[in-house]
């Protein structure tokens, strides 16, 4: 465990707390550059749309150059997009470098999750991606503050310069591990044939890769919800900020309870608990009618959330054959970052439809649809 830190738990903080920092200005930044609010959203979106892109060619590259050359390039051409951002004259230039983050964070992303599933063994392997799952966690939360605290001080630019430097040190710090570049490739198939794999071992992406998707569209849904639901509410941003950062303190304090529990008792305990919980939250967030409803429902979904750290790279990484381990996770990763993508365009059709209510129980309800896979079907593929 504790050599992994130099290698992936350190550079990772570093990257994803730069890309946290930058993924709410970009918004501003297309505004500011003459686009509507929906063009803006779109542009902010591009993000996604490059990570959703790149994960497929993504397992090509990491066989070509390895996990930790990959995460190199990737943590500069990361650093680049952010810079070719900063200085855009317009919309275009500015959505080119959002997909430049995007697609090297699908490319660093599959790496580091290969060199965790090959170099841990499976004793320990729930603890070191929960590890990595509380490191991203660290991003998302501390980011969106770093990124805060940065623009209040020296303006909106600044926000762009961080990540650069958070990024560009996460790559020199890869640059200077000692760990091999390049792992042994023992591939039956052509190097780099995602889609063959894919079709090879659709059984088990088409079960337990659909509910690991359904479990990152739901937590998409409490991240995409909360704030919507607070709005709904009329709680001001003030309260609802406060009772979103509570609730995001309890998920991240989680994160290594998760690993513990899966390498003790089985991932069986937590990827089916966690989503079934998920999804009774998520209803009864739509049924929430005031603060302290409000307040339960947030604890209660970062409680059910905290305690599934790491549990998708863990089932992914159990999964993936020994023969096309990276083939098979860049289709695992194409599977449920698709499914990232998809979950607020299709809140916001069932909001426009019926309501924002509808759109939230709807993924509860898919949900627990999601945690019967898991528990059917983790027995089935020999994972306890």
């Known amino acids: 465990m504790k050599s992994l830190v130099l290698p992936v738990y350190l550079p990772t903080a570093l990257f994803g707390i730069g890309e946290g920092a930058i993924i709410p200005v970009i918004p501003a930044s297309a505004e500011s550059l003459g686009a509507d609010l929906p063009t803006a959203g779109l542009v902010a979106g591009v993000l996604m749309i490059g990570t959703v892109l790149a994960d497929l060619p993504a397992a090509r590259i990491v066989n070509r150059v390895g996990e ?7 943590s500069f051409i990361a650093a680049f997009g952010i810079l070719f951002s900063l200085y855009a004259t317009n919309i275009y230039m500015l959505g080119f470098g959002v997909f430049a983050m995007g697609a090297s964070a699908a490319i660093y ?7 965790i599933a090959e170099s841990v063994p499976t004793t320990h392997r729930a603890r070191a991606m929960a590890m990595l799952g509380g490191t991203f966690r660290l991003g998302t939360f501390g980011g969106p503050l770093l990124g805060a605290a940065v623009i209040s001080l020296f303006g909106l630019s600044s926000a762009y310069v961080v990540p650069v430097i958070l990024c560009s040190l996460a790559g020199a710090l890869l640059i200077f591990t000692t760990k091999p570049g390049i792992m042994t490739i023992t591939n039956d198939a052509p190097v780099g044939n995602t889609w063959f794999i894919a079709k090879r071992e659709y059984k088990k992406l088409i079960t337990l890769g659909a509910a690991s998707t359904i479990l990152q569209m739901s937590r998409t849904t409490r991240t995409i919800g909360l704030p919507l639901w607070a709005l709904s509410l009329n709680l001001g941003p003030a309260r609802s900020a406060l009772i979103i950062g509570i609730a995001g303190g309890i998920d991240f304090a989680l994160f290594y309870t998760s690993g513990q529990i899966m390498d003790r008792f089985g991932r069986r305990w937590v990827a089916f608990p966690s989503l079934a919980a998920m999804g009774f939250c998520l209803i009864l967030l739509a049924t929430v009618k005031d603060a302290n409803g409000f307040l339960i429902a947030a604890i209660a979904l970062a409680l059910a959330n905290g305690i599934a750290a790491g549990v ?3 089932i992914g990484a159990d999964l993936a054959p020994a023969d096309a381990r990276n083939e098979f996770l860049s289709a695992y990763r194409f599977m ?11 809140i916001s059709t069932l909001a426009v439809i019926f309501s924002l209510g509808v759109g939230i129980s709807s993924m509860g309800a898919l949900s627990l649809v999601g945690a019967f896979l898991f528990w059917r079907y983790l027995p089935k593929f020999n994972i306890k």
């Open 109 to 115: 992303g599959l790496a580091r999750h290969a060199y």
């Open 68 to 74: 930790r050359t990959s995460m190199i390039w990737a």
């Open 336 to 346: 449920f970052d698709s499914g990232i993508a998809l979950t607020a365009p299709v």
């Open 312 to 314: 998708v790279l863990v």
